[in-house]
């Protein structure tokens, strides 16, 4: 088996590539044999890992593409710990709470893994923030950042991307609530420079648009990214065009980048383009499975999301199959400067109570 | 309604004998109607309650009745008796019921606190046989009552019951139990069980197609009704036989299972499957498990070293847990308390007895053929209900004077 130096210099080797400008075909083709060496890998050094591939993917060894790539659902890093390292190289864990239940996700970190966490978001956010610095609004509370042992999800968000600001403001005080003196002094401070805002998507609408809705505020000079998911504001009935619409009109605020990414794959992370559909870094990818048969899915078909990433050395976390469905529509097109994938997050699998034969019935009742 | 006026009203119903004529009528009426029902087409569960209650069935109680009473005592009724049903099951509260009433007990059953549409089917139809003249005497010895969590009224209801029968989970067992009884009540439980099915390898090997489609759907009837979580639907799938047969027979029959599924149209929510994935691969993480074969979102199928890595909590939904045996007297070291029902297919009687022999009481309360898991019976869980909703009175006669002083 390669070495974990070897093992570390391909996945390191995958960040010196241009992060959209690899044409599908090509990004498959260095990818797959990384994330099959990543199998070998993490099944050769976490018995966990390697007795979860052994059982359901039968001559998984002798696997070749991207589809080939064994996964394993997101919830295994809930139930268990995994790491492919020894417990000493362990240099920071992750954690995050799922939204099914109150059990966390525990992501062991390395340092040569945690770095890639870093370098993997630098050459993402390049591409919408270019190199400088900008003084940075967060719309969050610095309180969120309290323990920083054991960073939550949202916590883990805001360190991570503090590296791409200066001057850093938080909006909300201590109890959540928008510091309108903290924002006016922001703004005086910097007017007329470009600014970076960010906070999760729905903390950006409670907090930002709608807590802030009758403040007159000019931030057409700021790059806002938001991440952690629409399901909050589906329940306001808010999608991303109306979210874009809102703060263009509102705030003047043109450049808005969703970003999708989860705390359990490093180097899993995919930032919204000017078309409104995210992107797979080159380190990184996504497949859409059909629900039922779990093959892939053509350009245009819903299904679930295996997400994918070179990154994680750590532990296994380089294949996992997700609770969101997605959607790709399209690839190497031309009408952005992203090549690879173009897909959509549709939202998270519909939680169903199994009890729940009455839902099967009932829909066979309507169908009748 | 007041849990008083309630009260009130279960004192004063005139109870009927046991198998009355009116109780009999009551129940051939409701069997009928809820056939009739658009309900019972959608529902293969309430349509297999309407089957159950039929009156060849309640004929067939009858005569086992009779057959109870012998030269030293007759059966009586033991008076009010209290169902407490579980959620997860939509019908057994009426079975409960149905037993008991014809019994002759007056009856109060606390119904399960989500309204599901089998319910309320049961219900609606239930309600309005008893709207009839016919049945004017028997309204006040049939109560359904809803609430939320209380306590209070449960309680309130203990201290009027001469039985109180409690269905669900091993926590409103013991929940319910801490609510005091009157001294002379008696009280069945029916918690948490766990049950499995054994195959016969070589005889399922040996089956034509069109048997091998009729167990698929026997194993669907089993398993896919209340999702896998009704307490007698197998989770654990033992396969007697040597590896190989094991093999062909266990692809034959889940293969036949996933058709099944498909010809009703069951489909496992997708959520549903991914906690399945979820349990499959957290089973081999930690060793217990040696294959996961996916056979379809409706049939996980997890392969495991031995009995001793199986642990009795399952998903649901189509989650089977493979083990290998010799001989069914395998299972003896295995079987615990909370084992209910034994599935079987390809086994002779004598195999099954002599299994629960060797058992001797350490769990198993049934043995019944692969599509039977679900059909409810006089013998549940070890009780004998026709006699546990009844009382049993002794009469001797002078002649036969006890022996005892000679």
Redesign the interface.
Same mark, same amino acid.
């Given at each position: 088996m390669a070495s974990y130096e070897t093992v570390s210099e391909l996945s390191d080797s995958f960040l010196e590539r241009s992060t959209y400008g690899i044409r599908q075909d090509h990004k498959e083709a260095a990818l797959a044999p990384a994330l099959h060496d990543l199998t070998r890998h993490h099944a050769g050094n976490c018995p966990?890992?390697g007795?979860?591939v052994?059982?359901?993917y039968?001559g998984w060894e002798s696997g070749s593409g991207l589809g080939a790539v064994p996964f394993?659902?997101i $919830?295994?890093f809930k139930?268990?710990s995994l790491g492919s390292v020894p417990e000493s190289a362990i240099f920071k864990t992750l954690t995050s709470s799922g939204t099914t239940g109150s059990e966390v996700s525990r992501i062991l970190l390395d340092r040569p893994t945690a770095q890639r966490q870093t370098r993997a978001l630098a050459s993402v956010m390049r591409h919408i923030l270019g190199v400088e610095r900008r003084p940075m609004l967060i719309i969050d509370s610095s309180s969120i950042l309290r323990d920083r042992k054991q960073f939550s999800a949202r916590g883990a968000g805001i360190v991570g991307l503090m590296n791409f600001g200066r001057n850093h403001t938080y909006l909300l005080d201590s109890a959540f609530r928008p510091d309108a003196d903290r924002l006016e002094e922001f703004a005086t401070k910097h007017r007329g420079e470009a600014i970076f805002i960010f906070g999760f998507t729905f903390m950006v609408w409670r907090h930002l648009i709608k807590d802030l809705a009758a403040t007159p505020l000019d931030l057409s000079n700021a790059v806002l990214v938001h991440s952690g998911g629409w399901k909050k504001l589906e329940e306001e009935r808010v999608d991303n065009g109306e979210f874009r619409r809102v703060l263009a009109e509102g705030f003047g605020i043109r450049h808005v980048y969703n970003f999708y990414g989860m705390v359990e794959q490093v180097g899993g992370v995919f930032i919204e383009g000017d078309d409104g559909l995210l992107h797979p870094p080159a380190f990184g990818d996504v497949i859409v499975r059909h629900?039922?048969t779990?093959k892939e899915q053509p350009v245009g078909e819903e299904g679930?999301l295996q997400v994918v990433s070179v990154l994680p050395t750590s532990y296994p976390g380089h294949s996992v199959?997700t609770?969101d469905l997605g959607v790709v529509e399209a690839i190497d097109s031309s009408a952005t400067a992203h090549l690879g994938k173009a897909f959509r997050v549709v939202g998270r699998?519909?939680?169903?109570d199994?009890?729940?034969? $009455?839902?099967?019935? &009932?829909s066979?009742?309507s169908a009748a | 309604m007041e849990v008083e006026v309630l009260a009130g009203r279960l004192r004063s119903a005139a109870p009927t004998g046991p198998f009355s004529e009116v109780t009999r009528s009551l129940l051939r009426e409701f069997s009928k109607r809820l056939r009739a029902h658009p309900a019972a087409k959608?529902?293969p569960?309430v349509q297999a309650l309407a089957f159950s209650i039929r009156p060849a069935w309640i004929n067939e109680l009858h005569r086992e009745w009779d057959r109870l009473a012998d030269d030293f005592s007759v059966l009586v009724p033991r008076g009010l008796a209290f169902h407490v049903p579980p959620?997860?099951v939509d019908t057994v509260f009426i079975y409960s019921w149905a037993l008991s009433a014809l019994v002759g007990n007056t009856n109060v059953v606390r119904l399960p606190s989500?309204a599901?549409?089998?319910v309320n089917v049961i219900c609606e139809v239930l309600g309005s046989v008893l709207e009839s003249d016919e049945f004017t005497s028997l309204r006040p010895t049939a109560a359904f009552v809803r609430y939320g969590h209380d306590d209070d009224v449960t309680a309130a209801l203990s201290k009027l019951a001469d039985v109180r029968v409690v269905w669900g989970g091993d926590e409103t067992v013991s929940r319910i139990r801490r609510l005091p009884l009157s001294p002379a009540t008696v009280e069945m439980t029916f918690p948490d069980r766990f049950s499995l099915v054994a195959f016969d390898a070589p005889t399922v090997t040996r089956l034509g197609d069109s048997d091998v489609n009729w167990v698929g759907r026997a194993l669907y009837n089993d398993v896919?009704?209340?999702?896998q979580?009704g307490c007698s639907s197998p989770r654990l799938v033992i396969w007697r036989g040597e590896a190989e047969q094991c093999i062909v027979a266990r692809d034959r029959v889940y293969q036949a299972v996933v058709r099944a599924c498909d010809e009703r149209?069951?489909?496992t929510?997708?959520? &549903?499957?991914? &906690?399945k994935?979820?349990f499959?691969?957290?089973l081999?993480?930690?060793?217990s498990?040696? $294959?996961?074969r996916?056979f $379809?979102?409706e049939a996980t199928v997890?392969e495991l070293c031995d009995l001793s890595a199986v642990r009795r909590t399952s998903?649901?939904?189509g989650f089977f847990l493979d083990v290998r045996v010799d001989t069914l007297l395998d299972l003896v070291d295995f079987v615990a308390r909370k084992d209910q029902t034994l599935t079987h297919f390809g086994f002779e009687r004598a195999d099954l007895v002599e299994l629960v022999a060797a058992l001797n009481g350490r769990g198993i309360d049934r043995l019944v053929p692969v599509g039977q898991a679900m059909t409810f019976s006089r013998y549940w869980d070890g009780y004998d209900l026709l006699q546990a909703f009844s009382r049993r009175v002794q009469v001797l006669d002078v002649h036969r004077a006890a022996p005892a002083n000679s």
């Open positions: 966990d890992y007795r979860m052994g059982a359901a039968p394993i659902p $919830s295994m139930q268990r629900p039922r779990w679930v199959l609770e699998v519909p939680q169903a199994l009890r729940g034969c $009455s839902d099967t019935y &009932a066979m009742l | 959608a529902y569960e959620g997860n989500t599901t549409d089998q896919y009704w209340f999702n979580l149209g069951y489909e929510p997708l959520s &549903a499957h991914l &906690a994935l979820g499959a691969f957290n081999a993480a930690e060793g498990a040696t $294959s996961i996916y $379809s979102n997890v998903p649901g939904g």
